[in-house]
T-cell receptor
């Protein structure tokens, strides 16, 4: 079993829909990253969180350490949100373990 | 700030050749990470440095891979000899204080080994 599982693997939605991407993990972590990889390949760090919830614009990330689960939500989705979203576990001070990613496509 | 700079952006080489990938982290960042991304395995951490010192190289696939960070503003990832299965996108990232801090990724180097 992988240490980190993302779901769904692929998600297609219409512009304006509320999007949820899930990340479940089976190991102890110190924190968790959500990354966004654009169609051109560039990677951007969206959030780093170790508890509770963080919000940035239309993006919201939550984490439940006891349940070993994190979610990334996008409100009022837009075609420019189309990307691969990757959950990464932070183990200890430095080591990152990556999920396989969720490919999101938002149609106009 | 220019962000993390990687060179070359694309590299095509023949099996057996030596390949050197280069990375300039963001000025002032203390940690540097090398990642590899393939369709089959996704993103994988190869090695990371803290204050120019390699901390964990357990992700380096084999002895053909080596990484150095001679100073705070430059790192290299070398593959010698290269093999077709090394074809991937190699990302470098830096962070102010380590993996628990926000990481800033370079644009990546797409390596193709024929």
């Amino acid at each position: 079993k992988n240490e980190v599982e993302q779901s769904p693997q692929n998600l297609t939605a219409q512009e304006g829909e509320f999007i949820t991407i899930n990340c479940s993990y089976s190991v102890g972590i110190s924190a968790l990253h959500w990354l966004q990889q654009h169609p051109g390949g560039g990677i951007v760090s969206l959030f780093m969180l170790s508890s509770g919830k963080k919000k940035h614009g239309r993006l919201i990330a939550t984490i439940n350490i006891q349940e070993k689960h994190s979610s990334l939500h996008i409100t009022a989705s837009h075609p420019r949100d189309s990307a691969v979203y990757i959950c990464a576990l932070i183990q200890g001070a430095q080591k990152l373990v990556f999920g396989q990613g969720t490919r999101l496509t938002i149609n106009p | 700030d220019a962000g993390v700079i990687q060179s070359p952006r694309h590299e095509v080489t023949e099996m057996g050749q030596e390949v050197t990938l280069r990375c300039k982290p963001i000025s002032g960042h203390n940690s540097l990470f090398w990642y590899r991304q393939t369709m089959m395995r996704g993103l994988e951490l190869l090695i990371y440095f803290n204050n120019n010192v390699p901390i964990d190289d357990s992700g380096m696939p084999e002895d053909r891979f080596s990484a150095k960070m001679p100073n705070a503003s430059f790192s290299t990832l070398k593959i010698q000899p290269s093999e077709p299965r090394d074809s991937a996108v190699y990302f470098c990232a830096s962070s102010p204080r380590g993996g628990g801090d926000t990481q800033y990724f370079g644009p990546g180097t797409r390596l193709t080994v024929l």
